[in-house]
């Protein structure tokens, strides 16, 4: 269960503080799906980062499963991220001198010793690229692919670790109608 309770964000500015966010407040549960609309500049992706762990709250709580990503040191705190949580980037953040396959496997690398195995990962990579419509690209280089095509290879990699939590920036923004259904 993902839980924000009472989130504010602000950054200071020569002017004083920027308030982006006030008094966020949600509780997801396993299967639950949601989204965050606004116009742009109005938070979004502060939010986002801030329920993923890559960015802390001013003020508030968030928790999964009990636990805040915060109370960790850097180190655990991106150990957490990489066992609980997938993202997909409005950019893609995909690494321009590794292969599809191997941006998809990024995940795994960061994996603690024993969790996971190097033949299955590959495997589910395959699979999980196969369903989201890329099974004949997974030796190109993110250079050689359509927006549309980065955006699915993006989607793959965070399902790779099969997260708890799927938190996605605009993850069909590129994508046509098609490709967009096969993702969803």
């Known amino acids: 269960m993902l839980i924000a309770k009472d989130i504010t964000k602000s950054y200071p500015t020569p002017r004083g503080q920027l308030s982006i966010l006030s008094g966020i407040s949600l509780t997801?549960?396993?299967?639950?799906?949601?989204?965050?609309?606004?116009p742009s500049g109005s938070g979004k992706s502060t939010l986002l980062y801030i329920l993923g762990g890559l960015e802390p709250p001013t003020a508030g709580v968030v928790t999964l499963d009990g636990q805040s990503p915060f109370d960790f040191g850097e180190r655990e705190q991106a150990?957490?991220?990489?066992?609980?949580?997938?993202?997909?980037?409005?950019?893609?953040?995909l690494l321009p001198q590794c292969s599809v396959?191997?941006?998809?496997?990024?995940?795994?690398?960061?994996?603690?010793?024993?969790?996971?195995?190097?033949?299955d990962d590959e495997r589910r990579a395959r699979e999980i690229l196969d369903q989201v419509g890329l099974k004949d690209r997974l030796d190109h280089r993110p250079g050689e692919l359509s927006g549309g095509e980065k955006q699915r290879a993006a989607v793959a990699r965070a399902l790779i670790r099969n997260p708890s939590v799927l938190l996605c920036d605009e993850p069909t923004g590129n994508l046509d109608r098609t490709s967009g259904a096969a993702v969803a």
Not at 85 to 91: E, L, R, W
Request: hydrophobic letters at 40%.
């Open 79 to 93: 150990a957490f991220r990489n066992k609980h949580i997938g993202f997909v980037f409005q950019d893609h953040s």
């Open 101 to 119: 396959l191997e941006n998809v496997l990024t995940p795994t690398l960061a994996a603690p010793e024993g969790d996971g195995n190097p033949a």
């Open 28 to 38: 997801l549960t396993r299967g639950d799906a949601i989204a965050i609309m606004g």
